[in-house]
């Protein structure tokens, strides 16, 4: 599967913004502002990170699936599209991690 996934549910997520916080998870997110999104993607990564160390595959697979959607919605909270971290992704490809990891420090 490709990013297709990940397109269309950002689109999903996009429209719900200005949305009836009492009909839509998402829609009350993002009433809440960014500071409890980003707070639901940090609660979200140490629970992806928990599984990861102590729980099954299907547990991790589950976090993970969370992890990306609180992700999304902090993405189109900062007005920032899946084709924009793509884009930065391709950048990098071919970089060593350690020389890009160096090239952020300068």
């Not at 009909?23 to 409890?36: D, E, H, W």
């Not at 629970?47 to 959607?69: C, F, K, N, Q």
Request: glycine residues 12%.
């Amino acid at each position: 599967m490709s990013g297709t996934i990940i397109d269309e549910l950002y689109q999903t997520i996009s429209g719900r913004k200005g949305g009836d916080p009492e009909t839509s998870y998402t829609a009350r997110l993002f009433a809440k502002g960014r500071g409890k999104i980003a707070q639901k993607v940090g609660e979200e990564a140490v629970e992806t990170v928990i599984a990861a160390l102590s729980e099954p595959t299907e547990r991790v697979v589950g976090e993970s699936a969370d992890l990306l959607y609180h992700l999304m919605v902090l993405w189109a909270d900062c007005g920032v599209a899946p084709a924009d971290v793509w884009a930065e992704l391709a950048r990098r490809q071919g970089t060593s991690g350690i020389a890009e990891k160096n090239a952020r420090k300068g």
